[in-house]
């Protein structure tokens, strides 16, 4: 056999790059969670044996707190788990799920570093998951202002309550961010109120999936949501001509802004299937003295593809009467 297939040959038996680093994790994991006190969490040590057996990545990290864990144990933190990322240059997850833990404003400070990490460093992390996790005003804050930086590509609160200190601070993180395609805000105590405030977050951003099923947006709130799509759409029709033949030599990215307009509200009433992500893909040339087009970014939108409303109190029983509801009904099918 030649010597340079020789080389690439694997003693049998030889465990993956993986699993060293794997190992080292968990220890330093464990390590981390006796200097501050804490519980490791069942479900991350798990995962990792899980994934030293397989030799497989582990991409995501669970961390939830046991139901059944009795008062008297050490509480289970996220910091350990953030700080040995950060020991060890864990570069490999995509996602950060929390359930059910009380975080507090160090916490979420640490997390926020962690995604906006730049260079050659880059936070790896495309998802995070905090459901029915306990915020403060200033985490709130603290996370809205980390999210234009970050390169998450989902972001979940479900069953957050929150105020409208707390909605605002997080709206205005997500103005004009052309990463996140994927937000859910399910029982969060949402009103009517933020029915326009979500609205502008929509046109602002390539958010293109949208749940918000257990709130109390009504009608009128509905309605202010999708308003904004709806004479977006109705301007994109009146200024292109509606028989001109797509030009079959032009980029793909380029029909898609053309068709963007008469598609962008009747998309929301499909049934739910494949979520096409609509992206700019077309190669730009490089000229000296101008950067590199900026990766995973989307045009601004509005993108909506499809949004939840389920047990929003959309009927005739709020204040808006009968007409909100018709009018509610009118505009999906514009």
């Not at 992390?125 to 996790?133: G, I, K, N, Q, Y």
Request: aromatic share 6%.
């Amino acid at each position: 056999m030649p010597r340079d297939k020789e080389g690439k040959q694997k003693t049998k038996g030889t465990p993956l790059p993986i699993v060293p680093i794997l190992r080292k994790f968990l220890k330093t994991y464990e390590k981390h969670c006796a200097q501050t006190q804490t519980s490791v969490c069942p479900a991350i040590r798990q995962d990792l044996k899980t994934s030293i057996n397989n030799e497989q990545v582990l991409r995501k990290f669970m961390l939830v707190r046991p139901e059944d864990s009795p008062t008297s144990v050490l509480p289970i933190s996220l910091e350990p788990l953030l700080m040995t990322i950060r020991d060890e240059c864990y570069m490999l997850g995509k996602e950060i799920c929390i359930w059910s833990l009380q975080l507090s404003n160090p916490e979420i400070a640490r997390l926020a570093s962690l995604l906006e990490l730049k260079g050659s460093a880059t936070s790896p992390f495309t998802s995070l998951e905090l459901t029915d996790c306990r915020m403060d005003l200033w985490s709130l804050q603290r996370l809205g202002r980390a999210l234009p930086c970050s390169h998450l590509r989902s972001l979940i609160l479900d069953y957050s309550r929150f105020g409208k200190e707390e909605v605002e601070s997080l709206f205005s993180g997500l103005e004009n961010n052309q990463r996140l395609q994927a937000l859910s805000l399910r029982y969060c105590g949402l009103g009517p109120q933020s029915g326009p405030r979500l609205g502008t977050v929509i046109c602002q951003t390539a958010i293109s999936e949208l749940h918000l099923d257990g709130n109390f947006l009504q009608c009128s709130g509905a309605l202010a949501l999708l308003r904004p799509i709806a004479e977006y759409a109705e301007m994109q029709g009146r200024e292109q001509p509606a028989t001109a033949p797509p030009d079959p030599g032009s980029p793909p990215h380029q029909l898609q802004a053309k068709q963007r307009g008469s598609s962008a509200l009747n998309q929301i009433t499909e049934a739910p299937g494949t979520l096409t992500q609509k992206t700019t893909s077309g190669k730009e040339r490089r000229k000296k003295g101008i950067k590199k087009k900026i990766k995973d970014l989307t045009e601004a939108g509005p993108w909506l593809v499809k949004l939840y409303l389920a047990d929003n109190g959309l009927d005739r029983r709020g204040k808006e009467g009968e007409n909100g509801l018709l009018e509610f009904t009118q505009i999906l099918t514009w």
